[in-house]
């Protein structure tokens, strides 16, 4: 992911609502991605991931998309919820450059409207 | 339930004065990450374990250490905080293959 600045964008939904939440990454050799959710005050939340040999994965009510060709993940979240607002953050892995560490994207804070 | 659990959850210190952070995990994963997180921004990585092997992040300031005593604990040293280090600090663990990454529900560090 790249994380830069510290004006978190903002994406407010209608209860009931699908979400789509998107996420740029820059290193053409990552290999591994995930979806966290974070709640205020809390660490990250697993949402799902996905490898760099599929394009797309489905959990329950959420899917993962994968564009290698532009390097660009996105999240849907189907019928959204008031559970659901967060800030939702990608994270990639390069396997072989940096040890598989996770490198965070900036993050997007949902809000949900009742 | 297999977890990563961080203490404290939140820790007041003085400017200057040294602190630790500490983690411990029961999932037996064998990479431990300390992450820095300031207010609406990304967790940026400072330093993992693999096994026993530290690896320092080229941008983590010297003024921040870690221990890894065994398997299932790992301790953030702050040696001299200062008012910019005022940030929540999250402990990750993951396999061996770099899978299964698990973060602790973080501490959250005030400096005054």
């Known amino acids: 992911g790249e994380s830069v600045g510290l004006h978190l964008p903002t994406l407010s939904v209608q209860e009931g609502d699908n979400s789509i939440i998107n996420c740029a990454y820059s290193?053409?050799?990552?290999?591994?991605f995930i979806w966290y959710k974070q709640e205020s005050g809390k660490g990250p939340q697993f949402i799902i991931d996905?490898?760099?040999?599929?394009d797309k994965r489905q959990g329950q009510r959420v899917t993962v998309l994968l564009n290698k060709t532009v390097k660009h993940l996105s999240l849907q979240i189907a019928a959204t919820q008031p559970g659901d607002s967060a800030v939702y953050f990608c994270?990639?892995?390069?396997?072989?450059?940096?040890?598989?560490?996770?490198?965070f994207g900036k993050g997007t804070k949902l809000s949900v409207k009742p | 339930d297999a977890m990563v659990i961080q203490n404290p959850r939140y820790q007041v210190t003085q400017f200057g004065k040294p602190v630790t952070l500490s983690c411990s995990q029961t999932?037996?994963?064998?990479?431990m990450y300390w992450y820095q997180q300031k207010s609406s921004q990304a967790p940026k990585l400072l330093f993992h374990?693999?096994?026993?092997?530290?690896?320092n992040e080229a941008d983590t300031p010297d003024n921040f250490q870690s221990r890894r005593p065994n398997t299932s604990f790992c301790f953030l040293d702050i040696r001299s905080p200062g008012l910019g280090d005022a940030a929540m600090y999250l402990c990750?663990?993951?396999?061996?293959?770099?899978?299964?990454?698990?973060f602790g529900s973080g501490t959250r560090l005030t400096v005054v």
């Open positions: 990750a663990t993951s396999t061996r293959d770099y899978y299964g990454y698990t």
């Open positions: 290193n053409s050799a990552s290999d591994y």
């Open positions: 996905i490898r760099s040999n599929m």
């Open positions: 994270a990639d892995r390069d396997y072989g450059g940096s040890q598989g560490n996770l490198i």
């Open positions: 999932l037996n994963h064998n990479v």
């Open positions: 374990y693999y096994d026993k092997d530290f690896n």
